[in-house]
């Protein structure tokens, strides 16, 4: 019923594109969601992932800050970790943990002060998920139904300029919610082929803290999702996959943290965002798999009808993945990848000019199955 094992080298390097292709993707996107492990044949599986994200996307303003870079993204770390274990027949669960949105933003102190933005940002969640399949035979396949819930916090944190030279007042805001997803799959193990769907709920989130030394609040929403994968074998040693993400971040207009000092807002004006993967896997060797994959995904900072960004600085990103994955015991394997990304130059009606950005992500997991 399942893909057999030497050609699970090509899925766990799937795994490994996933999360580093998907770092930086649009919108406030870390790693994303990942269910992956729950398709592993062995009965019982473990798996941890951690991906270091560079990023290299210097924002200008040369019309209020002439000659000076007003922002720029902080690097970042991702992680994912998962047990799945087959409990009973045709039934198989993960447990999860991974955090699937984040960001960080470092600005000027002059211009964030100017502009009524904060000096600094960030975005960190965390997904505590429980995700079970149960498939049954139809044909010379497996159709599998997936489910799950998950256990989700997000906090965002952020310092606000209140009076030269670099002074700042603190804002911390956290919250819990809960998350849910379901899908369908279906594999045939003679051809290595699978295509699933899982949906994404949104999340609500009430975030509570202090702003200013006061007591605060702000409402947010972690957008719906989308998700198709494909994958098949087309010759003996050899894997084609793709996939296709839609995230519905049109939701996300604006963060406004409410407190009885100074409303502090965010604008994101976000549109919905799309990320299109395609690879490539070849077994060199019984221990051995490589991958490689191209990946667009389409900036969420929405366009005017002459082109250009009404605010925020996500354009168009190209990014290319190579992997590997080496068995270097009996029923462990190590995968790792390397990402690089272009980031598409633009401007949008604030003034802010830059020129084409990098996203370097690095990625190592470390797989025992029994």
């Known amino acids: 019923m ?23 993707a649009g919108g406030l996107e870390a790693n994303g969601y ?9 009965t019982y ?3 941890g992932t951690i991906t270091h994200v560079s990023i290299d996307h210097p924002i200008n303003n040369p019309v209020s800050a002439p000659g000076t870079t007003v922002s720029n993204s902080s690097d970042r770390i991702h992680y994912n970790f998962g047990i799945k274990g087959d409990l009973i027949e045709n039934t198989s669960c993960l447990v999860s943990a991974q955090n699937p949105f984040g960001s960080g933003t470092e600005r000027n102190f002059a211009y964030a002060a100017g502009t009524s933005q904060a000096v600094s940002e960030s975005i960190t969640s965390t997904d505590l998920g429980l995700t079970c399949s149960y498939g049954v035979d139809v044909g010379g396949g497996v159709v599998s139904i997936i489910g799950g819930i998950s256990a989700q916090s997000l906090a965002y944190d952020a310092d606000v300029a209140v009076a ?23 594999e045939m193990e003679e051809i290595a082929l699978r295509v699933s769907a899982i949906y994404n709920a949104p ?20 957008p719906q999702s989308i998700e198709l994968k494909a ?23 604006t963060l406004t943290v409410n407190n009885p ?11 919905d965002g799309w990320t299109v993967t395609g690879g490539v896997g070849h077994v060199l060797t019984p221990d051995l798999t490589v991958l490689g994959t191209v990946t667009w995904d389409r900036g969420t900072s929405s366009v005017n009808g002459a082109g250009v960004l009404e605010n925020g600085t996500q354009t168009d990103r190209w990014g290319l993945t190579l992997g590997a994955a080496y068995d270097i015991a009996e029923n462990v394997e190590f995968s ?9 130059a633009g401007s949008n009606l604030q003034d802010e000019t830059w020129d084409r950005g990098s996203v370097l992500a690095i990625s190592a997991s470390l797989k025992a199955s029994f």
């Open 336 to 344: 790792g990848g390397v990402s690089y990304s272009t980031i598409a």
């Open 34 to 42: 990942n269910w992956d492990l729950i398709f592993d044949p062995a």
């Open 164 to 186: 030269a030279p670099d002074v700042t007042a603190p804002i911390a805001l956290e919250g819990s919610a809960a998350g849910w997803r379901l899908g369908v799959a279906y």
């Open 203 to 222: 999340v609500s989130y009430n975030l509570t803290g202090t702003a200013f030394g006061a007591a605060a609040d702000a409402s947010v929403t972690a």
């Open 2 to 24: 399942r893909v057999p094992r030497k050609r699970v080298h090509a899925l766990a390097i799937a795994g490994v594109m996933v999360t580093s292709g998907s770092a930086f």
């Open 261 to 271: 000092v100074t409303p502090v807002a965010t604008t994101l004006n976000y549109r």
């Open 231 to 253: 994958q098949t074998g087309v010759a003996p040693g050899w894997l084609v996959l793709g996939s296709v993400k839609w995230v519905d971040w049109s939701v996300i207009d």
């Open 45 to 47: 599986a473990g798996k």
